[in-house]
C-alpha cells in the first residue's frame, strides 16, 4: 500500500511536500506497532482471533501448567541387590525373557557350588577307582558319550550318510513295495477306504500272502513311506506328524478288526491269535523281546545300588 501511494502521490505533489507526507504515513506505522505491543486495554486491545493475541495466552497457559514428572521405572543393574524389586507387580512380566532365562541358568549353575569343594572332588575319585575295570558298565557311559557328542555333531561320522540312505530311501521303498504287496493281496473286492468293511457278499477274509506276516500290510507299508521321506528330507516335523499318524491308524484298525469280527465271528479271531503283529511282524518284535531278555539277565549280574553319578 505504502508503495502504490508513493507512485500516486509523485504523480501529483512536488517532491518535497511527497517526503513530508512520507515521513507521517512512516510515524503513523510506527505508532501502529507501539500500540500492538503494549498490554491489551478495552480500547486497544487485539482480537481474540489475532495471532499475536492467540500467542500470548498460550505463553500465559505454558506458565500455569505444573512441571512434567517422568514416571519412567529405572531398573537397576544385575550388581545391585534385589533386581526386581524397583519393578511394581505388573511390570515384572514386561521383564525381557533373555534376562529371566540368564537369571535361571545362573541360579541353577550356583547350586553346583557343592562340587567345588576338594571333599567333593576326593568323593568322585574314590567313585570313579571303586570296581574292577571292565564289570562296573564302562560301555554304556562311552556309548552314551558318544552318542551325545554325533546328536551335537548332527551326523555318525563315516557312518551319517550310509544311515540316512538306508533310514531314508530304503525304508520309502520298502513301505512303497508292503503296500502295493497288501493292496495286491487284499483285492478289489475287498479294498475300501473306510474302516468298516463293505456289506457285500464279495467281501471275504484275506490270510494268506503277507497278511500272513501281519494283520494291517497296508497301513505298515504307509508308515514305513513316511518315515523313510520324512528322514530322507531331514524333516522333524514330518517325523512329528508320521508319529501322529500312526496313532490315527492304529485307532482305525482297532474299529476295522471289531467290524471284522462282527462279520467273519471266529474266523478273524482265530486269526488274530494265530498272526499277533498288527503293523509290524511277530519275529521282529520276537527278536527285539529277547534282546532284551539276554540285556537284563546281564544287568542282574552286576551290582542293585541305586543310580549311578553320571546317569
Not at 23 to 40: E, G, I, K, V
Not at 62 to 86: A, D, Q
Not at 244 to 258: P, Q, T
Request: overall charge positive; some cysteine.
Amino acid at each position: 500500500r505504502l508503495a502504490v501511494s508513493t507512485s500516486i502521490l509523485s504523480k501529483l505533489e512536488t517532491p518535497n511536500k511527497l517526503m513530508m507526507k512520507l515521513h507521517r504515513c512512516r510515524a503513523f506505522l510506527l505508532l501502529l506497532q507501539c500500540w500492538a505491543l503494549l498490554p491489551s486495554s478495552r480500547a486497544f486491545s487485539p482480537s481474540r482471533n489475532s495471532p499475536l493475541f492467540v500467542q500470548q495466552m498460550r505463553s500465559v497457559e505454558n506458565t500455569r501448567k505444573p512441571p512434567m514428572v517422568s514416571t519412567t521405572t529405572i531398573v537397576p543393574s544385575r550388581s545391585h541387590t534385589g533386581l526386581f524389586e524397583s519393578l511394581k507387580p505388573n511390570d515384572k512380566d514386561k521383564v525381557p525373557s533373555v534376562t529371566t532365562a540368564v537369571s535361571v541358568v545362573t541360579d541353577a549353575l550356583s547350586e553346583l557350588s557343592i562340587f567345588a569343594s576338594p571333599q567333593s572332588f576326593a568323593r568322585i575319585r574314590d567313585n570313579l577307582t571303586s570296581g574292577d575295570v571292565g564289570t562296573r558298565g564302562e560301555v554304556y557311559f562311552v556309548t552314551q558319550v558318544l552318542l551325545i557328542l554325533c546328536i551335537l555333531y548332527g551326523s555318525i561320522p563315516m557312518l551319517g550318510d550310509l544311515l540316512t540312505f538306508v533310514l531314508g530311501p530304503c525304508t520309502l521303498l520298502g513301505g512303497i513295495v508292503t503296500a502295493v504287496l497288501g493292496l495286491k493281496d487284499l483285492g478289489p473286492s475287498n479294498l475300501s477306504p473306510w474302516p468298516k468293511v463293505p456289506e457285500t457278499d464279495n467281501a471275504s477274509l484275506i490270510t494268506n500272502g503277507i497278511y500272513g506276516e501281519v494283520r494291517h500290510p497296508i497301513y505298515t507299508g504307509l508308515l514305513a513311506t513316511c518315515i523313510g521321506f520324512s528322514v530322507w528330507s531331514g524333516s522333524a516335523m514330518r517325523v512329528v506328524l508320521t508319529f501322529i499318524l500312526y496313532f490315527l491308524l492304529d485307532l482305525k484298525s482297532d474299529y476295522e478288526e471289531k467290524s471284522l469280527v462282527q462279520k467273519f465271528g471266529n474266523s478273524y479271531k482265530k486269526y488274530q491269535k494265530q498272526v499277533k503283529g498288527k503293523f509290524v511282524p511277530e519275529q521282529l518284535i520276537d527278536g527285539i523281546k529277547n534282546w532284551e531278555g539276554i540285556s537284563e539277565k546281564k544287568n542282574d549280574k552286576g551290582s542293585k545300588g541305586g543310580g549311578s553319578f553320571f546317569e
